[in-house]
């Protein structure tokens, strides 16, 4: 029970990544709203967690969604030790084709989203007297990548809030983390009327064939590591880039060599 006592608030905790880690944490003793724009989707997992979870609707590029489901956390719970920025979206598209308007959709979720969420718990956790804030970057927040560069600015935007907000926050007791995913099962979850088979097949191909590890990974095991940030195991680490993406970024086998071992 890493997280007895401690009380969370997950963004995009309705579905994929976000569900996973609020599985855990319930199961690991925390209580956890669930905070989404999908209403039918977070209440049904809140329901399913129990007594320890419940949810509250949140457009994460909503200043005042934010301090509404903070306000609604610390009067449901008590207080407010946890969030977890997980909420995030991305548009494909070539540099030259992709428009200002798809650019700034992108940018408005993953990194305002962001810095709204930091922003809005900061009275909370002072108050509770500790806080630990987990941002969902990405592995493309550390390699360029093509054809999505919104997504890779976003994410790349994340792991420097991270380290200024961890500068500001460390005398209030609040310690800001990012974790950077690789390929995982559930980021690859289906867009309602949208095939994603072939994306899917494409993403396992190329982690295969360009991680070490050789697969996509687990919710599970993204979640273990938030569970690492959020409780006292790690009380000296802030402003720190954890990465779970099977040895993806690591590096590159030397030319021609299929097996660089």
Do not use: C
């Amino acid at each position: 029970m890493k997280l007895d006592g401690r009380v969370a608030l997950i963004s995009g905790g309705a579905r994929g990544l976000g569900l996973a880690m609020a599985e855990v944490f319930v199961g690991e003793g925390a209580r956890v709203m669930i905070a989404d724009v999908l209403d039918i989707e977070s209440a049904e997992a809140a329901q399913r967690l129990g007594n320890g979870a419940a949810w509250v609707h949140l457009d994460v590029t909503d200043e005042t969604e934010w301090d509404r489901a903070v306000t609604t956390t610390v009067e449901r719970f008590g207080h407010l030790d946890v969030l977890v920025n997980n909420a995030g979206t991305a548009e494909g598209a070539p540099l030259w084709e992709m428009s200002a308007e798809s650019y700034r959709r992108v940018i408005d979720v993953n990194q305002v989203g962001v810095f709204l969420g930091m922003k809005a718990v900061v009275a909370a956790m002072t108050a509770a007297g500790r806080g630990s804030i987990i941002n969902i970057s990405s592995m493309d927040g550390l390699v360029g990548v093509p054809r999505i560069i919104s997504y890779v600015a976003s994410k790349w935007a994340v792991r420097g809030m991270t380290k200024a907000a961890a500068m500001e926050l460390a005398p209030r007791n609040i310690r800001v983390n990012s974790i950077h995913p690789g390929n995982v099962h559930t980021l690859l979850a289906a867009v309602p009327g949208q095939d994603r088979a072939p994306v899917r097949a494409m993403i396992e191909t190329a982690t295969k064939r360009h991680a070490p590890m050789g697969r996509v990974g687990e919710a599970s095991e993204i979640a273990s590591m938030a569970v690492f940030l959020a409780s006292d195991d790690s009380s000296y680490s802030t402003g720190s880039e954890f990465v779970a993406d099977g040895g993806f970024t690591a590096g590159y086998p030397g030319p021609g060599s299929a097996d660089p071992f």
